[in-house]
Each structure stands twice: as structure tokens, then as C-alpha cells.
T-cell receptor, first 113, second 114 residues
């Protein structure tokens, strides 16, 4: 079945350093979504990418969707302690409606002040 | 709007007990789903519904039942709790038409089965 893989599983950075997490799907995706989950909280939608090669920015966060629409990345510039949490990518399940998402296992980001 | 609400927040069950996790949304979303989250496993889809009266199985449906009698409510029933069902359960909803297909998550229910 469809697999969505994320690396790394954990990342510890010094405050001010950059951070990148990568997401790879075993199948081509119609779109990819990114979520952030703070410790003890629930996942919160960050963004959706739809077009091949799409790049979107939200302040210090940059999201990319690969040309083949099978991979994506999230890059955070100059991390802050407020960036702490787990970042998940998710893509629609192959052959299903766009609402059935397959989530990656997430990248847990720790920021050392 | 309250968004997606879940009750209870915490629950401890004994093996073999049954219970219902409640989920409600007030955004008139068509699509609702239940996920479980286990350490290092991400979010796994249990059941989902594309509208009132329509439900289907997700990736890990065994041991769980759902129903959708109204647009607002989507309860998850554990038939006979097992320790393997110890997890955090999230309910989510999405509008169901057009993009983006962002899912709105409830605060979660932390379930322990002893």
C-alpha cells in the first residue's frame, strides 16, 4: 500500500539554526499537506501544496513540493523555541478521495535555547 | 464556533470493557474521521465518514465501530477494550468540497486500557 516516509525522525537544533524535514511518498500525490503538533496538543494544519514544483512561504517556513509530486520538504529558517513540536506531512490515499490522508510518522523538533 | 470537540479528554478502561468516544463539529463539514496516534507511528486512520449515514473503514478498523446519524456527530465505539488500544484518539473533520482539504482536529482523547 501507499507509504509516506519522513526523515529525520528526530532533530535537535540550537535556537537560531535552520531545520529541514523531508517527506517521500511511494506514489504520486495529488496534493500534500503539512501539520504541526505541539507537545500535548493536536495536529494543526499548516499548508497544502498542489502544483508540481510549488514553493510556498509562511514567514520563516518554506514548503516545497517536488516536480514528480512524490516528495516534499519543510524548511524553517532561524528556529525559535516556539517552533518546537512534531511536523507531519500527509498525502491523499491512492485511489481514494482527497480526504483520506496517509500521514508520515513525523519529525520531532527540539530547539535548545 | 467551537470547531471539533471530543469527550472525554482522558479515560481508563479495563480489558473487555466497552465505551464510546464522542466527537462533534459545528462547522457543517461533510467529512469526518477518527485517527489513533501511537508513539513513533504517526496518525493512523481508523474509520471515516463522507456524510451522514455513510461510513467506511480506514487503515486500522478492527475493534472499533462508528456511526454517523447526523452531520455534526461521529462517535467511535470500542467494543471490547484491549491493552493494544491504549492510544491517543483524534477526531478530525474537513469541509468536503473544494480545496484546500485541510483537516481540523479535535483536542484528543487519551485512553489507557489496563
Amino acid at each position: 500500500g501507499q507509504q509516506v516516509m519522513q526523515i529525520p525522525q528526530y532533530q535537535h537544533v540550537q535556537e537560531g539554526e535552520d531545520f529541514t524535514t523531508y517527506c517521500n511518498s511511494s506514489t504520486t500525490l495529488s496534493n500534500i499537506q503539512w501539520y504541526k503538533q505541539r507537545p500535548g496538543g493536536h495536529p494543526v494544519f499548516l499548508i497544502q501544496l498542489v502544483k508540481s514544483g510549488e514553493v510556498k512561504k509562511q514567514k520563516r517556513l518554506t514548503f516545497q513540493f517536488g516536480e514528480a509530486k512524490k516528495n516534499s520538504s519543510l524548511h524553517i529558517t532561524a528556529t525559535q523555541t516556539t517552533d518546537v513540536g512534531t511536523y507531519f506531512c500527509a498525502g491523499p490515499k491512492s485511489g481514494a478521495g482527497s480526504y483520506q490522508l496517509t500521514f508520515g510518522k513525523g519529525t520531532k523538533l527540539s530547539v535548545i535555547p | 464556533n467551537a470547531g471539533v470537540t471530543q469527550t472525554p479528554k482522558f479515560q481508563v478502561l479495563k480489558t473487555g470493557q466497552s465505551m464510546t468516544l464522542q466527537c462533534a463539529q459545528d462547522m457543517n463539514h461533510e467529512y469526518m474521521s477518527w485517527y489513533r496516534q501511537d508513539p513513533g507511528m504517526g496518525l493512523r486512520l481508523i474509520h471515516y465518514s463522507v456524510g451522514a449515514g455513510i461510513t467506511d473503514q480506514g487503515e486500522v478498523p478492527n475493534g472499533y465501530n462508528v456511526s454517523r446519524s447526523t452531520t455534526e456527530d461521529f462517535p467511535l465505539r470500542l467494543l471490547s477494550a484491549a491493552p493494544s488500544q491504549t492510544s491517543v484518539y483524534f477526531c478530525a473533520s474537513t469541509l468536503g468540497s473544494g480545496a484546500p482539504y485541510e483537516q481540523y482536529f479535535g483536542p484528543g482523547t487519551r485512553l489507557t486500557v489496563t
